[in-house]
């Protein structure tokens, strides 16, 4: 999933919907209550997590996307927004889009598996570089059917049985509605769906196809789902079920995860037809936390969400389900990462690349126990925000806002009490720490799009912070 919050599946807590299907990957499986992204925002954590490594590895810091070259999107309109005038213009220089992207030399999941005899697949967004470099068949995928930037419309604008909510306050949807078009590209090439379907439909039925047609050889779907991010468009008769929220905005919302929902339900009903669900891996993912500036997700018991560094931002659903193997249901609450999926799905065929070094490991020797951890130190870095969490104390420290927060994090998920002044010690060790880290990664290829305001809640009156975007 793209963009989704925490706590927006009913399995984690939600009240306002039953994420039947996403559910019960988890009652049959593990569902890892404490599953860290590397990054708050959509690109930087997918480079991690089709890698097994921190994207800063390959100077892949930043959102790729150049939304400067849109003839729409200029400072005055992050400046109608209320964010500060530090949006590169249309005329400024910057580095060209051949040159943002993750390199074809870097292996991905594609590329080990593909090694080992499978038939690989991309579905959905891509958003590792728009250039034909870097087309994700570059990198071991047979085929890529979906987009390749950051977001697209769901369907046509003004259909009959499409529900909108737009974000007059929202700097992100503005400008998706100004960039983006109705298509999906196949292998490069841009098509039209048929029919107008909506795009969450269009990919469940190409990502059922892909497994129908390779239902006797070994198979690797990654379907990656563009809702819940903006722009909010979603099918009517989803709209229909959630006459219960009030809230138009959190309305459509909630329709589109539960589309999301029905087609995780298909895929899993394609799998148990062909006989395939006993020797099948799903894992499920949200690429970092739900948007806060859309008024509408949900990553309590967080604060923040994408963008920042607060828990809200960085902590994801993720569940996985492999019925040959794991009994469910389990709760696993130890600190995973996104990193972990290429090892473990390493670690489950036994490819002879599990043996890489990769900053992720495989939990499948974890799984079983809560007295193993398999991270005890996880990093970020996007810019001027920085942070670390070591044995359950978390340095957050954001240059241009002037913070330093110290957390407990097991203690205080919420990260309401500041204890720098209370073990200073600590904190000088985590910096330690994050600067020697800091110094095996590479430089940046690309700066950040621009500051951004962010807000904590959902409220329109909430404490924001500044983070690069």
Known sequence: ADDLGYNDISTNGNKLIETTHIDQIAKNGINFTRAYATASVCAPSRAAFLTGNYQHRYGFEFLPDLFNLSPRVRKADFNRFGHKDNFPGWYEKSVPINQRGLDPYVNTIGDYLKKSGYKTSIIGKWHLGSHSKYNARNFGFDQHVGITGAASLYAPLNKEKIIESI??????????????????????????????????????????????????????????????????????????????????????????????????????STLKEEGLSENTIIIFISDNGGATYTRATDNSPYIGGKMSNF?????????????????????????VSLLDIVPTILDAINSPSKDNKFDGVSLLPYINSNDKIPHKELFWKTGYVKSIISDNFKLHINEKEGFILLNKIDEDPSEKNNLILTYPEKAEELKEKWNIWNKTLKKSKWKSNADVSIPLTNSKDSKRYYFPW
């Open 167 to 268: 974000h007059k306050w929202d700097f992100a949807d503005f400008i998706t509605r100004q960039t983006s078009k109705y298509y999906i590209e196949k292998n490069g090439q841009k098509i039209v769906p048929k029919n107008s379907n909506y795009l969450t439909d269009t990919f469940t039925k190409k990502a059922i196809e892909f497994i129908k047609t390779n239902k006797n050889n070994s198979f690797f779907l990654h379907l990656s789902h563009m809702a819940p991010h903006g722009p909010f468009q979603a099918q009517k008769r989803y709209y229909d079920m959630f006459s219960h929220i009030k809230d138009h905005n959190k309305r459509v919302y909630y329709a589109m995860i539960k589309n999301l929902d029905d087609s995780i339900g298909k895929i899993r």
């Open 311 to 335: 828990e809200g931002g960085t902590i994801v659903p993720m569940m996985m389900e492999w019925p040959d193997k794991i009994k469910g249901p389990k709760i696993y609450p130890n600190m």
